[in-house]
Every structure is written in C-alpha cells, then in structure tokens.
C-alpha cells in the first residue's frame, strides 16, 4: 500500500514560477520512470514530463525550456520545477510512478496561471 502526494500547487500570474513536490508515503523500489501528467477540465489526461532510472528526461513540447523535472532518491522525491507559466499550463498536475510490476499515482494538485 504506497501512495503519492504532490504539493507547491498554487494560483500564480502568467510569467511566474512553481515548484512540485511529490513524495511516497514508503519508498518506492526499481522505478522505471516517474514522471508528472497534467488535466483541465473537459480535456484529457497528458504526459507534461518523465525521469527514467539513469536521469534521462523527456518533456511536451509546449513546455520545453520553461519546466524542468528532477528527482532525488535518497529523499524518495521528485519535483518539477516551472517558470514562465502561461494560462494553459493551467489544470490539475499528477505525478505517477512506474514500476515493473506496478504504477502508483497522486491525487493531484491545482495549478492555476492568471492571465
């Protein structure tokens, strides 16, 4: 039984900054990747940015430059760090992780950017 929890969501004005945190309530073994999802409403559920095991990262194009995702696992955290935020990066971000054998996903937290 692990679950996940993200936290540094906010109301924030266009061109402003984030920092999301998401930790595991127990240590998670031989994750494969841990990455973070965003969804507004109406709309479906998108690949924002994920770390594989050896560091190597992988980001949307629409926020390429502007977010930055990270992980340090003596902490068992991973975050994801935003500048430049517009409207649409506005939604509630996820942050799941994946194991062989299993995934693991928060309950989000609300991301909103004021134009």
């Known amino acids: 039984q692990v679950q996940l929890v993200e936290s540094g969501g906010g109301l924030v004005q266009a061109g402003g900054s984030l920092r999301l945190s998401c930790t595991a309530s127990r240590r998670i073994f031989n994750i494969n990747v841990g990455g973070w999802y965003r969804q507004a409403p109406g709309k479906q559920r998108e690949l924002v940015a994920d770390i594989a095991s050896e560091g190597s990262t992988n980001y949307a194009d629409s926020v390429k430059g502007r977010f930055t995702i990270s992980r340090d696992n003596a902490k068992n955290m991973m975050y994801l760090q935003m500048n430049s935020l517009k409207p649409e990066d506005t939604a509630v971000y996820y942050c799941?992780?994946?194991?062989?054998?299993?995934?693991?996903w928060g309950q989000g937290t609300q991301v909103t950017v004021s134009s």
């Open positions: 799941k992780a994946d194991t062989a054998f299993s995934t693991y």
